[in-house]
């Protein structure tokens, strides 16, 4: 919806923030009438707000009001003030403000990097709260989607991850209200695949916890949870990155138990992201005496089944490693 017709002139940058400031405060002193007209008049600030940093068919983008606008809004702290109420705002003012912030937090200043980004660094309250978002289903994709451009930007990352709040994840994406199980787990992933750095010190410094609460995912009655977490495991133990975190979770006999159980589930999809993990276990050439005694024993039974294992499956990459995973089992010593 848009409240500016053809011709007419936007409000300046620090009329939208000003109206959007004085809207916030009316709709938190509550009343239905203050709540009401707050909400109106925010609906058009935003919407300006969106127009001014976006352009439309009647508007142009002016780079000297984009950055004002933007300096605006953080002197006002107008992103905190509008995720507070952001439950009371209707779909389209709710999507105007993800519009915005996502905006805001791609703008760069020069060559001094991102000022909205920068500026939520400094309030790590705020993602928090996005965060929590996923437990109110009114506002929990809107927070996705905001958390996800957060996760765009390694110093917002590494906020949320070594936040308290980061740890909520592993009951969001088994919630049963579907979407907003899986918003959490797409804003889950790109938290812990986007920065490798920092992602491979998180996961070395906690990994006791993480890998815990983890194997809850992979032993999960929920599918969705349980599918998308061991793709998920597949590519943090296959990325370089993560080499020292591999390696200990390869390891482990309980994990290699895990996953010869989840070849043989009922469910094809669970046993073809189970295999992408099992043949780390396989190539490893220093496997640990316990790992090994467990292959060797079961080297029988692996080449046998591993050799009718999704052969109507065409996937020539697919074909090529269960091939080589079949060589590396029959190399392994007899029992």
Same mark, same amino acid.
Request: glycine share 4%; hydrophobic share 40%; net charge neutral.
């Given at each position: 919806?848009?409240?500016?017709?053809?011709?007419?002139?936007?409000?300046?940058?620090?009329?939208?923030?000003?109206?959007?400031?004085?809207?916030?405060?009316? #709709?938190?002193?509550?009343?239905?009438?203050?709540?009401?007209?707050?909400?109106?008049?925010?609906?058009?600030?935003?919407? =300006?707000?969106?127009?001014?940093?976006?352009?439309?068919?009647?508007?142009?983008?002016?780079?000297?009001?984009?950055?004002?606008?933007?300096?605006?809004?953080?002197?006002?702290?107008?992103?905190? =003030? #509008?995720?507070?109420?952001?439950?009371?705002?209707?779909?389209?003012?709710?999507?105007?403000?993800?519009?915005?912030?996502? %905006?805001?937090?791609?703008?760069?200043?020069?060559?001094?990097?991102?000022?909205?980004?920068?500026?939520?660094?400094?309030?790590?309250?705020?993602?928090?709260?996005?965060?929590?978002?996923?437990?109110?289903?009114?506002?929990?994709? %809107?927070?996705?989607?905001?958390?996800?451009?957060?996760?765009?930007?390694?110093?917002?990352?590494?906020?949320?991850?070594?936040?308290?709040?980061?740890?909520?994840?592993?009951?969001?994406?088994?919630?049963?209200? @579907?979407?907003?199980?899986?918003?959490?787990?797409?804003?889950?992933?790109?938290?812990?695949?986007?920065?490798?750095?920092?992602?491979?010190?998180?996961?070395?410094?906690?990994?006791?916890?993480?890998?815990?609460?983890?194997? %809850?995912?992979?032993?999960?009655?929920?599918?969705?949870?349980?599918?998308?977490?061991?793709?998920?495991?597949?590519?943090?133990?296959?990325?370089?990155?993560?080499?020292? #975190?591999?390696?200990?979770?390869?390891?482990?006999?309980? %994990?290699?138990?895990?996953?010869?159980?989840?070849?043989?589930?009922?469910?094809?999809?669970?046993?073809?992201?189970?295999?992408?993990? @099992?043949?780390?276990?396989?190539?490893?050439?220093?496997?640990?005496?316990?790992?090994?005694?467990?292959?060797?024993?079961?080297?029988?039974?692996?080449?046998? @089944?591993?050799?009718?294992?999704?052969?109507?499956?065409?996937?020539?990459?697919?074909?090529?490693?269960?091939?080589?995973?079949?060589?590396?089992?029959?190399?392994?010593?007899?029992?």
């Amino acid at each position: 919806m848009s409240f500016f017709g053809m011709g007419k002139k936007l409000p300046k940058p620090a009329d939208l923030v000003k109206n959007a400031k004085d809207a916030i405060s009316l #709709v938190e002193k509550g009343g239905e009438k203050n709540v009401q007209k707050g909400e109106e008049e925010l609906k058009k600030s935003l919407a =300006g707000m969106k127009i001014t940093l976006c352009g439309d068919t009647e508007h142009d983008v002016v780079p000297e009001n984009t950055t004002a606008l933007a300096n605006e809004a953080q002197t006002a702290d107008i992103i905190p =003030g #509008v995720i507070g109420i952001m439950e009371k705002l209707d779909f389209e003012t709710k999507k105007d403000f993800v519009t915005v912030f996502n %905006n805001l937090l791609r703008r760069q200043n020069g060559t001094s990097g991102h000022p909205a980004v920068e500026y939520l660094a400094k309030k790590p309250n705020v993602l928090e709260i996005l965060v929590n978002g996923y437990t109110n289903q009114d506002i929990a994709l %809107n927070c996705g989607a905001m958390l996800r451009e957060c996760a765009r930007h390694e110093a917002l990352t590494k906020i949320v991850l070594w936040s308290p709040t980061f740890w909520k994840f592993f009951s969001y994406v088994e919630m049963a209200n @579907f979407d907003g199980a899986s918003d959490s787990f797409s804003t889950f992933k790109e938290l812990l695949v986007k920065h490798k750095v920092i992602v491979a010190d998180f996961l070395e410094k906690n990994y006791d916890t993480f890998f815990e609460q983890y194997q %809850n995912l992979l032993n999960s009655n929920n599918y969705g949870a349980k599918r998308q977490s061991l793709r998920l495991l597949g590519e943090l133990l296959l990325d370089r990155a993560n080499f020292n #975190v591999m390696t200990r979770y390869i390891s482990e006999p309980a %994990n290699l138990k895990l996953m010869m159980m989840m070849l043989r589930d009922k469910n094809k999809s669970i046993q073809f992201e189970a295999f992408h993990v @099992f043949k780390v276990f396989v190539a490893n050439p220093k496997k640990l005496p316990s790992v090994l005694s467990i292959l060797t024993k079961n080297k029988e039974k692996l080449i046998s @089944f591993l050799n009718n294992f999704h052969n109507d499956k065409e996937d020539d990459q697919f074909n090529d490693e269960k091939a080589f995973l079949i060589k590396q089992v029959q190399q392994l010593p007899s029992p």
